[in-house]
């Protein structure tokens, strides 16, 4: 994983890009904000009081914001009451937006920073919901969704939806291939794309399998230029021989290395089973489609899951 990390450092390095931190409170959160803004990488910003801050970590690379004395305070509630037309009211905005993760999202709303990252004390939920409230999703695509990459040596492959989307319909799984193919390349993946299913090629005829075949046209129809192919089983997408034989033609079939599942149960499963079983490294949920990148740390994270996750969220704003 080092070695990914490595590459991404070259692209994001010396490029201004700031990324938010909410959780100015949490020692992980000062500890990689500290390295990242000594070493160069990115701008961050830590959201709290200076006074309040920890003294054991060098943060003088670091922009300290207080919500209570923010200079453009008054202009970020005009900006939120709009972006969430006749949702909130002004006197609404003003008291959500003292929350760390408001005020962090609009920070990232408004092109003050590039990118958010914050989950390591508070809930998916509370890092993902303004990011849908405020940012929201990119044109063309109706919902986010999350993936890991997947690293064993020199082996890289992206897996997704694994973290957000229980049962998934067609049209939402033919944006999610062609967002996991842009994911593929910002990692060095080539991607081919498989729809994954129990059936293969029209194996069976159920609706589970029917809506991974109306997924994939759909995806091939958005014309995207990537090679996206299914529905397939796994075996007929990452075994040479499986898919030569059960779908001839493919050119995605036996070498797959962009995998999209069909519901979250069979995501999340296959993730881990490929984690814990087969000794690779999982790295994520990454959270793509929003307009601007924001990523969910696990409340179990170190400080180095902190600077890595701040190292792609920095290189999804350069995407």
């Known amino acids: 994983m080092s070695k990914i990390i490595d590459e991404l450092k070259l692209k994001i390095e010396n490029r201004n890009i700031k990324i938010v931190f909410p959780e100015s409170s949490d020692l992980r959160i000062l500890e990689a904000a500290s390295r ?3 070493e160069g990488l990115i701008k961050p910003i830590l959201i709290g009081k200076k006074e309040e801050l920890s003294n054991d970590f060098d943060l003088s690379s670091c922009e300290i914001i207080d919500p209570n004395n923010y200079k453009e305070f008054d202009k970020m509630v005009e900006s939120f009451v709009a972006r969430r037309k006749g949702k909130a009211t002004k006197e609404q905005a003003q008291k959500m937006l003292l929350d760390e993760n ?4 609009m920070l990232v709303y408004m092109n003050y920073a590039d990118g958010l990252v914050s989950g390591a004390i ?3 939920g509370d ?3 303004p990011a849908l409230q405020i940012i929201k999703t990119k044109p063309g695509v109706s919902r986010t969704f999350g993936y890991f990459l997947m690293v064993r040596n020199e082996e890289k492959y992206i897996f997704g939806d694994c973290a957000i989307n229980p049962n998934p319909d067609a049209e939402s799984l033919a944006e999610f291939a062609i967002e996991s193919a842009k994911a593929a390349e910002m990692f060095g993946i080539v991607p081919k794309v ?3 299913s129990f059936s293969t090629n029209g194996s069976a005829d159920t609706e589970e399998s029917q809506k991974m075949q109306l997924a994939t046209n759909l995806a091939i129809a958005k014309d995207s230029g990537y090679l996206i192919d299914g529905e397939m089983q796994f075996d007929a997408a990452f075994v ?6 059960k779908y001839k033609g493919s050119k995605v ?4 290395n962009t995998f999209i599942f069909p519901d979250l149960n069979s995501g999340n499963i296959g993730y881990k089973i490929a984690q814990r079983l087969g000794g690779f490294e999982a790295m994520g949920p990454i ?13 179990g994270c170190d400080s180095e899951d902190v600077y890595n996750t701040a190292i792609i969220t920095a290189s999804q704003a350069l995407i």
């Open 122 to 124: 508070h809930s998916t």
């Open 287 to 299: 959270l793509a489609g929003l307009n601007k990148p924001v990523n969910d740390l696990s409340r």
């Open 194 to 196: 498989a729809m994954l």
């Open 253 to 256: 079939a036996g070498t797959a």
């Open 240 to 245: 040479p021989s499986v898919g030569a034989k």
């Open 127 to 129: 890092t993902v919901r």
């Open 102 to 105: 408001y005020f962090g999202t």
């Open 36 to 38: 990242l803004g000594k």
